[in-house]
């Protein structure tokens, strides 16, 4: 069966950076497109980024872009978000799935694969 994991999440001050990891098991990450998505307490998901492929991304809010970077290697079956410039309201619950949008659309839980996240905390 296959699965995302993410991971690279941590505690950073603002102004830093991390790099996440989106990592696919028993299935081709090649074949689909990854978005990256991010939950704050109290909030609904939102999309974060999407890479078809490392020529066509996607991301979700001008301050996204200005800071974050998407990319893939298929023959690693890995996505990875670099995240620079870090802000407290950057901090939510990361997750990565084979699903692409600004907004999850309920479906999507059902028939697209979604990792179980990994934590990013901005704080000083």
């Known amino acids: 069966q296959g699965q995302l994991v993410e991971s690279g999440g941590g505690l950073v001050p603002p102004g830093g950076s991390l790099r996440l990891s989106c990592a696919a098991s028993g299935f081709t990450l090649g074949t689909h497109a990854i978005g990256w998505f991010r939950q704050a307490p109290g909030k609904e998901r939102e999309g974060v980024a999407c890479?078809?492929?490392?020529?066509?991304?996607?991301y979700y809010e001008d301050s996204i872009e200005a800071r974050f970077t998407v990319s893939r290697d298929d023959a690693k079956d890995t996505v990875w978000l670099q995240m620079n410039g870090l802000q407290p309201e950057d901090t939510a619950t990361y997750y990565c799935?084979?699903?692409?949008?600004?907004?999850?659309?309920?479906?999507?839980?059902?028939?697209?694969?979604w990792g179980r996240g990994t934590q990013v905390t901005v704080s000083s």
């Open positions: 799935a084979t699903y692409c949008g600004r907004r999850v659309a309920a479906h999507s839980y059902k028939l697209d694969y």
């Open positions: 890479i078809i492929n490392n020529d066509s991304l996607t």
